[in-house]
């Protein structure tokens, strides 16, 4: 709370004018807490980066067999960092305003079975059988390049957290002039108390385990931002009997 006082002019006592400043000691917060998230992220990769440059200079690029590996880790940090940096910078240009939504009628069942071929690759190395069961005449009011964002990332997430052999069902359904659609899988699913937090920016549930499949916990923020943009909303339930089910909900493109 902060407060100003002055004494009334002519009579005895004083006004007081309070403002509560919780909501912008909150965004400050969220403001450092990202800076020092963006750092952390950004650190790691360079200095693996910087390290692998420092052996082979060392000497290991006369062994070509170990220098493959030190090139080969090299490789990837800079893969994440480029990563890093896109989503950061769709983040901010979401936030900024400046991303343009443009919502036409467009039709669902063509966009999931894209989505789904780009992440197939990735689902047949871990022997996960992917279906959708959209209605071919659905369609939806929504932004094309950012619906595609919103599914490939709830689907790669789907893929990427799910275990071997795991399954992964894609669907839609109507529900008065609303579309909802549902990306279910039956992998670990997520406990109540992250449910709510994995939408905030740089969120991971367990970070040791998201690092190795290569997460920075800026997906799910950037999903967040696109359903609003278009009028819809997002979240997360638990799947039955097992697994999570994240579900986005769009208009339902009318006449
Ligand atoms: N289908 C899922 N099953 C289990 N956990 C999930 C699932 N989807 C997301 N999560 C959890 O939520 C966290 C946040 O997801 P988000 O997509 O924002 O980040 P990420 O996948 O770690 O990184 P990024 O998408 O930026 O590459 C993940 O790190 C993971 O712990
Ligand atoms: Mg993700």
Sequence with gaps: MLAYASPLRNQQGAV????????????????????????????????????????LLDGAIEKPEVARR????????????????????????????????????IELEPIVAHTIDEVER??????????????EDMTVWADEQALEQVLLNL??????????????VVRAKKRDDMVRIEVEDNGPGIEARHRARVFERFYRVDKGRSREVGGTGLGLAIVKHLAEAMEGQVGVEPAEPQGSLFWLTLPAASD
């Excluded at 960092?81 to 400046?98: F, K, N, P, W």
């Design 16 to 55: 007081v004018v309070m403002h509560d400043v919780t909501e912008i000691r909150r965004l400050e917060r969220v403001r450092r807490d990202f800076v020092a998230n963006v750092s952390h992220e950004l650190r790691t990769p360079v200095s693996i980066i910087r390290a692998n440059a420092e052996t």
């Design 70 to 105: 030190f090139l080969d880790a090299q490789l990837r940090s800079a893969d994440r960092l480029a990563a890093l940096v896109a989503d950061l910078l769709e983040i901010s240009r979401i936030e900024a305003g400046t991303y343009e939504i443009s919502p036409d009628e």
């Design 122 to 135: 990735l689902a047949q190395e871990k022997h996960i059988e992917i279906t959708s069961d959209v209605p």
């Design 155 to 168: 689907i790669d997430n789907a893929v990427k957290y799910t275990p071997t052999g795991g399954k992964i």
